[in-house]
Every structure is written in C-alpha cells, then in structure tokens.
C-alpha cells in the first residue's frame, strides 16, 4: 500500500500518459545522443550516458496492450537492477498521491501496468519498472 503523502511524477496526456514513482527518478532531460550496441537485449534501443554512466535506454514502442513508451525526454529511474532510462513526453510535473485517486486498471494490461492514477479526469498508467524489467528477460 502507498503512503497517501507520496508523490508520482505524471508525463505526458491521454496516449502518452505515464505516472511513476517521484522518488524512483534520478534526473528528467531532453532526449541525449542513444548509442545502439550489438546484443542489446529486445525492449531497449541503446545506451545513453548518464553522470558518465552508460544506462540502457528502453526503447519508445508498444511493449503490452496499453503500454507504449513515448516522448523524447528521458526520465532516469532507479530499479532493482539499477539506473534505466525511460522516454517520456514533455512537460512532467511532480503531484501527490493524495490529489487523485490510484485505480486497478479496467483494462487487460500487464502487471506492469495494473494500476491507473486519476488525476483531474485524466488516467496516467502507472509504471511499475522493475515487473516491466522482469518481464523483458529472456
């Protein structure tokens, strides 16, 4: 159960629209230069470098129904196998839990994203990044 006194940072509006974790997020910047690799696993499209770090950068596609990673920001988000890059729109802005309401989505979606926040009429799906990591392995 989430404190009612935590933060999501909502990305993006209808199509685009993502929540995640505030405090799971490193940085928020434009789009940097993606390196493609040889034997970079399904899912990604590269690295970038962050802090002089190389960090996988996922890539922007429909990974499950519901779920397309969009937008030409990059958010920096800790996991369990540590920093990944995730595009985002635009725009993103801090706001806290108690402000909307968390919902299990309607939809058939994956576990990654079974849960929505509502936040003025709009549905951000929320990314849980390390079910969507897990899921990406071979």
Do not use: W
């Not at 920093?83 to 919902?103: D, H, M, N, S, T």
């Amino acid at each position: 159960m989430m404190s009612p006194d935590a933060r999501l940072a909502l990305f993006g509006e209808k199509r685009d629209a993502l929540a995640c974790h505030a405090n799971l997020i490193e940085a928020v910047f434009e789009r940097p230069a993606v390196f493609v690799l040889p034997g970079i696993p399904d899912g990604f499209e590269g690295i970038c470098l962050f802090r002089d770090e190389p960090v996988p950068v996922l890539g922007r596609q429909q990974f499950f129904d519901g779920l397309t990673l969009q937008g030409d920001d990059l958010a920096i988000c800790r996991s369990e196998m540590g920093l990944v890059a995730v595009p985002v729109a635009a725009g993103g802005r801090i706001v806290e839990i108690a402000e909307g309401r968390i919902e299990t989505s309607r939809e058939d979606v994956s576990e990654c994203m079974a849960d929505c926040f509502i936040y003025q009429n709009l549905r951000y799906p929320l990314l849980d990044l390390d079910k969507l990591l897990l899921q990406l392995q071979p």
